[in-house]
């Protein structure tokens, strides 16, 4: 169990890792490390991209076993888009209290319909046949 948490959360790190390096390349071109449109700093975005990834990994890491089933990979991948889904809007519109309702639109939307497409398509990866 915990080979399984810690290749989660790796591997949630290393999503994070390549999202980060986006953020910083944007504010390398746009010579500012504050993003004013959403309140934020490039290193609060970072600082989400990490939390979001690190706690969909775990989620990823811990129910590993169950996402051999394609329904359990599905099932896993939705749960894990929470975390994640909660750190994009986090960064882009701050604590959920003042989260206006495209803000949640978009939660969920990420939660039910990327987090259980992604889970299928590592399944597919992993276990699928072409």
């Given at each position: 169990m915990l080979k399984n948490l810690r290749w989660g959360i790796l591997s949630g790190m290393a999503f994070a890792t390549l999202f980060s390096a986006w953020i910083i390349l944007l504010a390398i071109v746009r010579r500012s490390w504050e993003f004013d449109s959403y309140h934020f700093s490039a290193w609060q975005i970072i600082?989400?991209?990490?939390?979001?990834?690190?706690?969909?990994?775990?989620?990823?890491?811990?129910?590993?076993?169950?996402?051999?089933?394609?329904?359990?990979a599905a099932v896993v991948g939705l749960l894990a888009a929470i975390p994640v889904a909660f750190a994009v809007e986090f960064a882009m519109?701050?604590?959920?209290?003042?989260?206006?309702?495209?803000?949640?639109?978009?939660?969920?939307?990420?939660?039910?319909?990327?987090?259980?497409?992604?889970?299928?398509?590592?399944?597919?990866?992993?276990?699928?046949?072409?």
């Open positions: 600082l989400s991209y990490f939390a979001g990834g690190i706690g969909g990994g775990a989620i990823v890491g811990l129910a590993r076993p169950i996402t051999k089933y394609r329904l359990g519109q701050g604590m959920p209290g003042a989260w206006p309702d495209d803000a949640w639109i978009g939660f969920y939307f990420i939660v039910v319909f990327f987090g259980p497409v992604a889970g299928l398509i590592r399944w597919k990866q992993t276990y699928g046949r072409a």
